[in-house]
C-alpha cells in the first residue's frame, strides 16, 4: 500500500461511518417519528391503510383537545409530584451524601444497604406501601406520592452525590475549616458549589425517573392526582378510537425529558450507570 | 470505590453552645431525614407485609390469625405462578444479550472520532429516556395490524401482504415484547460500552496492530477485559430492570393472550389488585425479594472473583 491511497482508503472508511451512523439513527428514532407525526394527523390520516408516513399538514387539533377535555392535568400532577419529591430528594440526599463521604457514618455497611435499597423490586414494594396507605387514607393524594417518589430517588441521589462530594478535594474544606467557617457554612459555601453540576444533573434524572415511572402511580392514584404515564393507559381500550390522544399525550409527556437529557447529556453516561462509569 | 475520607474531629464549632452541639452531631443529624424516610417507607411496609405473609387475609376474610407457612407452601403449588417465573427468565436471557450485542456493535461504530459524533450519541440515547409505558404504547401503534407502518414495511420486503397481530398472536407476542425492550435499551448499553471503550489503552491498540495481531485476537486479549467491569455492571443494572419488567407488558400485552406473557410482576400485581389476594401476595413479594437478591449476591460474588 503506497502512502497516496492510504488517505481515500480513509476517506472511505469514514464515508461508510457516516452512512451507517445514519441509517442507524433512522432505524432508532423512527418509533418515535410515528408516535410525534401521529400527534399532529387527523383522524382521517390516522386511520388510513395504508399508513401515511407524512402528515398532509401540520395541525394542533390533538393536543387541543386533550386541553379541552382537561387531560392535561395529569401532566401538570406529574410536575408537581415528580418536581417537588426530586428537590426533597436531593436535600436530604446530598446531605445524607455529605455525611457517608467525609465521616463515613455507618460504614460501608450503610451505604450498601442505602444501595440496596434502591435493587428491591417495586412491585415487592408497592403492596405493602398500599396497605399502609390505605390505612392512612394517603391514596390518591398528593402528599402520598411524593412521600414515596422521595423514598424512591433518596438512594440514587444519595449514592450519586456521595461520589460527587468524594471527588471534591479535602483541601478545600479544610481551608475554609481553618479560615474559621463552621461545618455548616463548608457544606454550604464550599462543597455545593463544587459539586454544583453533578447536583443538578442528579436532580435531573431524579426527576426523570418520578416522572417516567407508572407501577407506584397506577397502584397509588384513583382520579384525583392521575400522573402521565397513568393516563395514557387509559386511552387503551382494545379499541383504536384513541391513537390521536395516545400520540399527543405521549409526545407531551416525552418533550420534557427529551429536552432535559440533551442539557445533561455530559453527565448521561455516571447519571445512568449509578456512578460505575464515569463517561 | 473511593473509601472515604475521616475527619478526626477535633476541630471545634465557634457559635456558642447550640452550635456546636450541631455541629458536633451533624454527621448524624444530617443522615437522619434520609434514613428516617427510607425505613418509613421502605423497611416498614415489608415488615407488615412479612407479618401480613403468615396471615390469611383476602378479599372478603380479614382473617388475622396466624397459619404459619401456608402461603409460602402455597407457592410451590402455584403453576402460574412458575410460568411467570419462566417467563420472566426468558426475557430477560434472551433481550439482555441482545442489548448487550447491539450496544457493543453500535459503540464500535462511533468509537473512532468522526464530526457530528455527540450529535447521533445524543439522538441515539432518546429511546432510553422515554418513559416505558410510552415505548410500549408507540410500538402498540407500530405494531397495528391496519395502521401500522411494521406490516406496512414487512409486506413490501415480502412482496405479498403480512398481516401479524403482534399483540395477539401467541407466536409473536414474545417477539414483539423483545423488540421493543431491545429497541428501548441498546442505547443504554451503548452509551455506557462507548464511554468504556474510549478508555481502552490506545497504546496497547497500537502496540497490537503494529504486531499485525487480528481483529478477533485484540478483542479477546485487550478490549474484552479491558471492558469487562463496565459489561457487568451495565449487565446487572439491565438485569434487575428486566427481571422487574412491567410497563413495556402492560402497554402491549397486559399479560395476553391469556396469560401467556405475564411476568412475575404482572402475576403479583393481578393477586393483590385484582384478586385482593392479600397474604398471598405479600409471599409472593417476598419469593420474589429471596430470588432477586440471590442472583444479584451470586452475580457480585462472580465479579469478585473476576475482578
Same mark, same amino acid.
Given at each position: ?279 | ?70 402461603? %409460602? &407452601?402455597?407457592?410451590? @403449588?402455584?403453576?402460574? *405462578?412458575? /410460568?411467570?417465573?419462566?417467563?420472566? #427468565?426468558?426475557?430477560?436471557? !434472551? ?119 487480528? %481483529? &478477533?485476537?485484540?478483542? @479477546?486479549?485487550?478490549? *474484552?477485559? /479491558?471492558?469487562?467491569?463496565?459489561? #457487568?455492571?451495565?449487565?446487572? !443494572? ?70
Amino acid at each position: 500500500m503506497t502512502a497516496r491511497r492510504l488517505p481515500s482508503r480513509k476517506v472511505r472508511v469514514l464515508a461508510l461511518r457516516y452512512v451507517g451512523a445514519v441509517a442507524l439513527t433512522l432505524l432508532f428514532l423512527f418509533p418515535i417519528y410515528w408516535l410525534f407525526m401521529i400527534s399532529f394527523k387527523t383522524p382521517d390520516e390516522i386511520y388510513h391503510v395504508p399508513p401515511l408516513w407524512v402528515p398532509g399538514q401540520i395541525q394542533f387539533s390533538n393536543y387541543y383537545v386533550l386541553f379541552k377535555d382537561h387531560d392535561v392535568a395529569a401532566i401538570g400532577n406529574s410536575l408537581v409530584v415528580a418536581g417537588v419529591s426530586s428537590v426533597i430528594a436531593v436535600i436530604l440526599g446530598t446531605l445524607c451524601a455529605y455525611s457517608l463521604a467525609r465521616f463515613g457514618t455507618g460504614g460501608e455497611n450503610l451505604a450498601m444497604w442505602i444501595l440496596s435499597q434502591r435493587m428491591i423490586p417495586p412491585i415487592a414494594v408497592v403492596f405493602p406501601v398500599f396497605l399502609a396507605y390505605v390505612y392512612f387514607g394517603l391514596v390518591d393524594g398528593f402528599f402520598g406520592l411524593i412521600l414515596l417518589y422521595t423514598a424512591f430517588n433518596l438512594p440514587y441521589v444519595i449514592w450519586m452525590m456521595r461520589g460527587y462530594i468524594v471527588d471534591v478535594p479535602l483541601e478545600l474544606e479544610e481551608s475554609a475549616l481553618v479560615d474559621g467557617c463552621n461545618r455548616w457554612e463548608v457544606i454550604w459555601k464550599v462543597v455545593f458549589p463544587m459539586v454544583r453540576p453533578g447536583l443538578v444533573a442528579t436532580s435531573v434524572f431524579a426527576f426523570v425517573f418520578a416522572w417516567n415511572d407508572f407501577i407506584f402511580a397506577l397502584v397509588l392514584t384513583r382520579t384525583e392526582v392521575v400522573t402521565f404515564p397513568v393516563q395514557l393507559t387509559h386511552y387503551f381500550g382494545g379499541q383504536s378510537n384513541f391513537w390521536a390522544k395516545i400520540a399527543a399525550m405521549s409526545v407531551l409527556g416525552t418533550l420534557p425529558i427529551f429536552a432535559a437529557v440533551t442539557v445533561m447529556q455530559r453527565y448521561l453516561v455516571r447519571g445512568i450507570s449509578l456512578g460505575a462509569v464515569k463517561g | 470505590m473511593t473509601s472515604p475520607a475521616i475527619y478526626d474531629g477535633n476541630e471545634r464549632g465557634r457559635d456558642g453552645r447550640i452550635g456546636r452541639m450541631l455541629e458536633d452531631r451533624l454527621p448524624y443529624l444530617v443522615v437522619a431525614p434520609a434514613i428516617l424516610i427510607l425505613l418509613l417507607v421502605g423497611v416498614f411496609p415489608l415488615i407488615y407485609s412479612l407479618i401480613v405473609s403468615f396471615q390469611r387475609i383476602t378479599m372478603t376474610d380479614n382473617d388475622t390469625s396466624f397459619v404459619g407457612l401456608l402461603n %409460602y &407452601a402455597e407457592l410451590f @403449588r402455584d403453576g402460574r *405462578l412458575w /410460568a411467570a417465573l419462566g417467563h420472566t #427468565a426468558m426475557i430477560t436471557i !434472551i433481550a439482555l444479550p441482545l442489548e448487550l450485542l447491539i450496544g457493543f456493535l453500535m459503540a464500535q461504530l462511533f468509537i473512532d472520532r468522526m464530526p457530528g459524533r455527540q450529535f447521533f450519541v445524543a439522538l441515539l440515547v432518546l429511546p432510553t429516556v422515554i418513559s416505558p409505558i410510552v415505548a410500549g404504547a408507540t410500538w402498540r401503534l407500530m405494531f397495528d395490524v391496519r395502521f401500522g407502518p411494521i406490516g406496512q414495511i414487512l409486506s413490501f420486503f415480502a412482496g405479498e401482504p403480512v398481516r401479524i397481530l403482534w399483540t395477539v398472536n401467541p407466536s409473536y407476542v414474545y417477539p414483539g415484547i423483545i423488540i421493543c425492550e431491545v429497541w428501548q435499551w441498546s442505547p443504554f448499553m451503548f452509551l455506557l460500552l462507548l464511554a468504556a471503550l474510549s478508555n481502552v489503552d490506545q497504546s496497547q491498540l497500537e502496540a497490537a496492530e503494529l504486531d499485525g495481531a487480528s %481483529y &478477533a485476537r485484540v478483542l @479477546r486479549a485487550i478490549i *474484552l477485559p /479491558a471492558i469487562a467491569p463496565v459489561i #457487568a455492571v451495565a449487565s446487572l !443494572i439491565r438485569g434487575l430492570d428486566l427481571v422487574r419488567i412491567f410497563d413495556i407488558i402492560w402497554a402491549l400485552t397486559e399479560g395476553g393472550p391469556g396469560s401467556m406473557t405475564e411476568t412475575i410482576s404482572l402475576y403479583t400485581y393481578v393477586q393483590g389488585f385484582t384478586q385482593f389476594e392479600t397474604s398471598y401476595t405479600a409471599a409472593i413479594a417476598f419469593l420474589v425479594i429471596a430470588l432477586l437478591t440471590a442472583v444479584t449476591t451470586l452475580v457480585l460474588k462472580r465479579m469478585e472473583i473476576a475482578r
